[in-house]
């Protein structure tokens, strides 16, 4: 248990500093979302085939939805943090930055007062999941967002609601792609990150909770 600890949390302080690199430096924010992409399709369309085994017609058909799904959101992501042409476009690749940090402090959130509280699980798809960390997924959410607002002067009573609704859609992410996990019967869907397992592994919660972040502003 605390050697699986130890490897989370020297992955995940690569990882930081790589996402702040993301931000900052274009060539290794292309070259991040290029490898990004890839290797999550490659490990969603590896995941089919162990859910379908040999029905060939259900392997093809949900790897090219998880195909155009993950390129669409890699393209769409991509294409916001293209060079600024006006404020507005600034202000949009800063506020699907905001959501993209909101959705890691679910993650941490989880996982850290899950570990801490344990109690009830959320779902039997996945054992590791409890109500505690779920409810710790939101509060991370709503603190990391509200502070980002709060330094740029731009907070109001929306911003904790922005942040429940991402925070929402990074674990339904999180349980769906759990539930497929299940039905594959494996634990991870790689091994490429110690202590967190595959690239989806890793931006399963992200895949949907930034769209539904997005929502949420344009719902707000």
């Known amino acids: 248990m605390i050697s699986e600890l130890r490897k989370r949390l020297l992955t995940t302080l690569f990882l930081v500093p790589s996402i702040l690199l993301m931000y900052t430096n274009k060539y290794f924010f292309t070259l991040s979302i290029l490898i990004i992409s890839l290797a999550s399709i490659f490990e969603f369309i590896r995941l089919m085939k162990k859910i379908f085994k040999k029905k060939y017609f259900y392997i093809i058909f949900f790897s090219i939805s998880g195909f155009l799904y993950i390129s669409l959101f890699s393209l769409i992501f991509y294409d916001l943090n293209t060079p600024e042409i006006n404020d507005v476009r600034l202000t949009l690749k800063r506020y699907i930055w905001y959501m993209l ?4 402090a679910s993650d941490i959130g989880g996982y850290v007062i899950g570990k801490l509280f344990k109690g009830p699980k959320l779902t039997k798809f996945s054992p590791n999941k409890t109500i505690s960390g779920s409810i710790g997924s939101f509060v991370f959410s709503i603190l990391v967002l509200s502070a980002l ?7 109001n009573l929306y911003i904790p609601i922005l942040a429940f609704i991402t925070s929402l859609g990074c674990q339904l992410g ?7 996990k299940r039905k594959a019967k494996i634990k991870d869907t790689g091994n490429i990150l110690p202590g967190h397992g595959g690239i989806l592994d890793r931006i399963d919660g992200i895949l949907f909770g930034i769209p539904l972040g997005i929502f949420g502003m ?3």
Do not use: Q
């Open 101 to 104: 940090f909101t959705c890691v």
């Open 149 to 155: 607002m709060m330094v740029e002067k731009s907070f």
């Open 174 to 180: 999180d349980i769906f792609f759990s539930f497929l």
């Open 218 to 220: 344009w719902l707000l």
